[in-house]
């Protein structure tokens, strides 16, 4: 194991992501090697990047110490697909991810639908600081794409009473053109407690 780890520092980027595909494909067997892991996020080559993004996802059930900060710092990465891998790690530790709900909220409206979505499910799997949550999902409701719109409305009613947050954009998404935004819409209405 110790030699295989050592090709981790290797010049050849091949090399790099053979070993970080070798411990993903080891799953949890590789646990104490997540911290190495971890160092990839960090790579010069993206696709060494995004397989050490998915690697964290697969071989922890749950995350190391300093992981959901490092993926969520992730979030900001130049390449898409390392976004998007990283959205789809956090949202896989759900509520494990609670440090990283900053870092998503940031990332909520701001570049690609594709990664809005990854990052609002992460938020939704999550489930953490709803009042800081709902507010900056309910501004994606009005987002031109109507699968950015969706995954607003879903992941606002995940979140029961801090739904009443969004209780306005809810009442117009419930409108929405779109039959998916406008059943999540609802439905996130219609699971809002009494007071």
Known sequence: MDDMLRNLTNSAPQIRLIVVETLENLGPDAYAQAPVV?????????????????????????????????????????????????????????????????????????????????????????????????????????HPDRRVRRAAAETIGRFGADARLALDALAQAARDGDADVRRFASEALLNIPPR
């Open 38 to 142: 971890m160092e990839r996020l960090a790579d010069s080559d993206p696709i060494v990047r995004w397989a050490a993004t998915r690697a964290l996802g697969r071989i922890n059930g749950k995350p190391v110490p300093g992981e959901i900060e490092a993926l969520a710092r992730t979030l900001r990465d130049r390449d898409l697909s390392v976004r998007m891998e990283a959205a789809l790690t956090l949202e896989a530790f759900a509520e494990q991810a609670a440090a990283a709900v900053p870092e998503l909220v940031r990332q909520v409206n701001v570049g690609d639908a594709d990664v809005r979505i990854g990052v609002l499910h992460a938020l939704g799997a999550i489930r953490k600081n709803g009042p800081q949550v709902v507010p900056v999902a309910a501004r994606a409701l009005s």
